[in-house]
């Protein structure tokens, strides 16, 4: 017996087989949950160094050590900093299968008129059929014990109503009892009736007899003739149904409902592939949650009155606190959300003193999202996520409970209606709470989202942006050369990036020739080095020309250094910097040649 036992529970060791294939990536799945580097949320308590912490692919899988099916892994997998393909037809054959599943049910529900029907239209449709039913099942049960309690004479023929009704008059003025029921009949409501009427005439004669009898006979008459009616009825009334059934044959259905979420219809083209794979990624591919989540933001987007909030004016006094500004090295645009801005006594007040500022703040922040995605290029080679970066510098601690109010309620209102425009969240100037703090709120944050998380401490800031996004299209006040206003240069001209090394100088030479005037600008992150420009002649016996006199420089006396020099003779231009400090430092300069005439 043991023996059949254990032959019996031998099927269940195929799971322990996938489970030994899932191990081969354990070591870091067990590991990394803890304190580990690529975790968005480091586990120590207080972090002595807030450093860089960017999310690499495997740490995509710390949460799942189970695997449910082999396709489900496979998608999983596929999770990194790159974006997966939007093109149909290079996708992975689960994706594309969940993909062509998603379509059927959005079309059903498209043809139901589900995404404008009510919950509770709904719900009733289902409710009645059953209630129909238990009320037929009742009475059907009713006539059985009645053809079996009643003899088949008083319930076949109509006359012996009238021998009946009497007694039925005597019982009830004997008994406080509720009456019997009624005979098994089809007109069994209207027996009740005529019961209920001889009742009560004969109570209200009650002392006189012979009212009595009188009273029971008028009623009897009254009753006698409706059932004859009734048969006549019949056959008409059959046939009502009938022409009222072809009558609805022959009225067309309606057609199905048109909806659309950012301005793209949910099935038309390869747009709309897109959109519907942004809400299956956001639910791992999984058809029924990600088809739940496309009614709820469809509804969401009615309650909210998003199609109204876009031509709404709700003043420009956050302007600097979200903005857009430049693009990634891969084109997507780049969102700045400067929480320091809340410093501002007045500015913060006027946003999230009540309940009604921080409303308005909401739709203020959901406004400028759905404008800005309005703007994205939902072809799918297109460009149809941005970056965003989150500047924390001088941000307001946690005791503000109302910016963590409004803070969370957008996060749950972005996280829940706009799955997957995020290629990537960048954190600059984190301060050490903030890690503690970040650390709450991962909990509820899909390891999809925290995937793309990447963090750098105030001196790390810049280095990490310049990963992500080239130098020129970096703002200013974020170490990069990107300005507002008329330029020299634009975000069209290259920077040239070099890391100058501890106590070392570096040179930067620009050949020019004649009639040329040569305009240039640099910039050291964190300055705190000696500049100086001359010319140098390509003639020998020419002489060195000096430009800008060696000075040192902070980062408190200029940000970026313009400068250029005109000249009628060939020669180069060479800037000298300094670098006397013991940490290395990150020069920007770009260059450009304009000719001239004397």
């Known amino acids: 017996m043991a023996q059949e036992t254990l032959n019996s529970e031998s099927p269940p060791a195929a799971p322990a087989q996938e489970l030994s294939v899932v191990v081969e990536k354990p070591q870091v799945t067990e590991k990394e949950p803890q304190p580990s580097a690529p975790a968005p949320l480091p586990e120590p308590e207080v972090p002595e160094k807030p450093a860089v912490v960017a999310v690499e692919e495997e740490a995509v899988e710390v949460e799942k050590p189970k695997v449910e099916e082999k396709e489900e892994t496979k998608i999983t997998q596929s999770v990194s900093f790159k974006e997966e393909t939007n093109i149909a037809g290079e996708l992975p054959e689960p994706q594309k299968k969940a993909l062509d599943e998603l379509k059927l049910l959005i079309q059903e529900a498209l043809n139901n008129h589900e995404f404008t029907a009510k919950p509770e239209a709904e719900e009733k449709p289902v409710a009645e059929p059953e209630t129909k039913k238990e009320e037929e099942e009742n009475k059907e049960e009713k006539k059985e014990e009645k053809e079996e309690e009643t003899p088949a004479a008083e319930i076949s023929e109509e006359p012996n109503i009238v021998t009946d009704a009497p ?12 009456p019997p029921p009624p005979p098994a009949e089809a007109p069994a409501a209207e027996v009740v009736g005529v019961e209920t009427e001889v009742a009560e005439e004969a109570k209200a004669v009650d002392d006189d007899g012979a009212k009595t009898v009188e009273a029971i006979e008028e009623s009897v008459v009254a009753v006698a003739a409706p059932p004859a009616e009734k048969e006549k009825e019949e056959p008409s009334a059959e046939v009502a149904p009938q022409s009222e059934e072809t009558k609805e044959a022959q009225v067309p259905s309606p057609p199905p409902e048109e909806v659309s979420i950012w301005g793209i219809p949910l099935l038309a083209d390869e747009k709309s592939d897109v959109i519907l794979l942004k809400f299956l990624r956001a639910r791992d591919f999984k058809v029924k949650d990600a088809f739940a989540m496309i009614k709820n933001t469809v509804s969401w987007r009615k309650e909210f009155g998003i199609e109204t909030l876009l031509d709404e004016d709700l003043g420009n006094e956050l302007e600097k606190v979200v903005f857009m500004q430049g693009f990634d090295k891969e084109g997507h645009p780049v969102c700045y959300n400067v929480y320091g801005e809340f410093q501002n006594k007045e500015l913060y007040q006027n946003t999230f003193a009540d309940e009604e500022k921080r409303s308005k703040f909401l739709r203020w922040r959901i406004q400028f999202l759905e404008k800005s995605i309005r703007k994205l290029d939902f072809n799918p080679t297109g460009i149809n996520t941005m970056v965003q970066v989150n500047d924390l510098k ?8 109302e910016l963590r109010q409004a803070t969370n309620q957008a996060l749950n ?58 130098p020129e299209q970096v703002p200013v006040q974020y170490g990069g050369l990107s300005r507002e206003g008329e330029q020299e240069f634009s975000v069209a001209d290259a920077v040239t990036e070099v890391t100058i090394k501890p106590a070392a100088k570096h040179s930067v030479e620009f050949p020019i020739t004649e009639n040329c005037n040569l305009v240039w600008e640099l910039r050291v992150v964190g300055w705190e080095v000696n500049y100086g420009a001359e010319f140098v002649p390509t003639a020998e016996d020419g002489y060195t020309v000096i430009v800008s006199k060696t000075r040192k420089v902070s980062s408190a006396d200029e940000t970026v250094i313009s400068d250029s020099f005109k000249t009628g003779e060939p020669g180069k231009v060479v800037l000298t910097i300094d670098n006397q400090t013991s940490k290395k430092k990150k020069l920007l300069y770009r260059s450009k040649t304009k000719p001239y005439s004397d």
Do not use: C, H
């Open 413 to 470: 209102l972005l996280q829940d209606n706009y799955p997957e425009f995020v290629a990537k969240q960048v954190f600059i100037n984190v301060p050490w709470w903030y890690l503690a703090f970040n650390r709450m709120i991962s909990p509820f944050l899909t390891q999809r989202t925290k995937s793309k998380f990447v963090f750098a401490s105030p001196a790390k800031s810049a280095e990490t942006l310049f990963k992500y996004i080239a």
């Open 394 to 401: 001088n941000s307001p601690g946690p005791g503000k409970k």
């Open 167 to 178: 007694t039925a008059v005597e019982v009830k003025e004997e008994e406080n009892t509720p």
